[in-house]
């Protein structure tokens, strides 16, 4: 365990959360994300949605885009499968669960392709998760029972702000929004990302939602710069406030 792992009890991930929302104020409780391989055993249920039917290329799945699960992880703890995620190539890809080669052959891969929203350098430079994951499990991190590989939010401009204010390495990414996940999970770093079409047109994120993603291994760390941003943030604010009374 981590120097920066709190003990794997729910009092100590509920504070954590709690400390998150406080200095970021996201606009719904932070997830926890776990990928687990074959030999882990996984003992969180499935959620139990059934399947729309499959386009003409035969694709389908449980919702209609893996970031999806972003949304419905923020109430309640599930396990998901590869062809759960399998509606989005693109996500599947980045998840883990489809090779590049095999990406290349979907439907939804082709046509953004054609339509030129990205082009195949930048499909073949997105971060993925390295290791074929079996399962990825989503929840609450209130309601974590270990260290999950990544924390996602959704937060706001100012959010954003103090999160690059607190760790300046923090990537600020573009589309696919996926991708964040993979990145803060394969080089254990702090990721965002403005979002993308697809995405927000899925999920029904706000206009002025972000996404950004924390490894879990880092989570103390992070809200510990996070608490001490937000110190001196507000004094500035307070600062800056004070001296604009004389512009009234």
Request: charged share 20%; net charge negative.
């Amino acid at each position: 365990m981590s120097e920066n792992t709190p003990a794997s009890s729910n009092s100590a991930w509920r504070s954590l959360s709690a400390r998150l929302v406080a200095t970021l104020h996201p606009f719904a409780a932070p997830i926890a994300i776990s990928f687990h391989n074959a030999d882990q055993a996984v003992t969180v249920a499935r959620r139990d949605d059934t399947y729309p039917e499959p386009n003409e290329h035969g694709r389908t799945g449980q919702v209609p885009a893996g970031c999806v699960f972003w949304m419905r992880g923020a109430t309640s703890t599930f396990a998901t499968t590869a062809a759960d995620h399998a509606n989005c190539s693109v996500g599947s890809y980045t998840h883990g669960f489809l090779t590049l080669e095999e990406t290349a052959t979907k439907d939804d891969v082709g046509a953004v392709l054609e339509s030129g929203w990205v082009d195949r350098a930048a499909v073949m430079e997105l971060p993925v998760v390295t290791e074929r994951p079996e399962t990825i499990v989503y929840g609450p991190l209130a309601d974590a029972q270990e260290t999950p590989d990544v924390v996602l939010l959704r937060v706001n401009g100012l959010g954003l702000m103090t999160l690059k204010d607190a760790v300046p390495e923090t990537y600020i990414e573009g589309k696919p929004q996926c991708h964040i996940v993979a990145l803060a999970k394969e080089r254990n770093a702090v990721a965002a990302s403005v979002g993308c079409a697809l995405s927000r047109a899925r999920t029904g994120m706000h206009p002025e939602e972000l996404t950004c993603v924390i490894p879990g291994n880092r989570l103390q760390e992070v809200i510990t710069a996070l608490e001490s941003t937000v110190g001196l943030n507000r004094n500035m604010a307070n600062y800056a406030a004070k001296d604009a009374q004389r512009f009234s």
